[in-house]
């Protein structure tokens, strides 16, 4: 999509990837899982006891990577403190294999959040991956990471948003409420 978009990570772009739009096929969704599930055992070398992922936009592809691996998905959830958590009587214990999903990286807060949240339940996390890379493989999230699609896509911080210095409407598209804001 082009525009002036504020992404979860808080930066602006005249470009979002709304990955939703792939997913709402079946098909197509049971396909990427398939080749990010691959990736990830490629990348890792083991195969996880199970995947998690960052509620929503990991959702249906960590869902998707689970069934490929035969192994169980679970996702986390921003708390009333917007802490990222497991809920609805998700559990992880400890020495546990994940790998950790997501739709999107950017900078990878999202996927690191997830991390850390299972390593402080106790697990082990072997690798992360994304349908997309915004970032062509500059974000780090502490393990290994793979992705079915590494890309470029300009941002920038609020305040030197070149769109925002014109006085073009942002828009916040994603799953997440947005952060404060120049615009």
């Keep these: 999509m082009s525009g002036h978009f504020l992404l979860t990570s808080g930066l602006h772009s005249p470009n979002y990837l709304q990955c939703a739009l792939v997913l709402q096929d079946p098909e197509r969704a049971e396909r990427l899982g398939q080749a990010l599930a691959s990736l990830l055992e490629e990348t890792s070398g083991e195969r996880p006891d199970l995947v998690i992922s960052p509620a929503l936009g990991g959702v249906i592809i960590g869902h998707e990577v689970a069934r490929a691996l035969g192994v169980p ?18 559990t992880l214990q400890p020495g546990q294999k994940v790998f950790v999903v997501e739709d999107v990286i950017t900078t990878g807060g999202s996927t690191r959040e997830v991390i ?6 106790g697990a082990v996390v072997l690798a992360a991956g994304s349908i997309v890379d915004r970032s062509a493989g500059a974000a780090d999230v502490g393990v290994p990471r ?8 300009e941002s920038y911080p609020p305040e030197v948003c070149p769109f ?20």
């Design 73 to 90: 998905f679970l996702f986390t959830e921003r708390d009333a403190e917007r802490v990222m958590t497991l809920r609805r009587g998700f």
């Design 116 to 121: 850390e949240t299972a390593r402080n339940s």
């Design 164 to 183: 925002c210095d014109t006085g073009v409407p942002v828009v916040k598209p994603g799953s997440r409420p947005a952060p404060t804001s120049k615009a």
């Design 146 to 153: 793979v992705s079915l699609w590494q890309l470029i896509v």
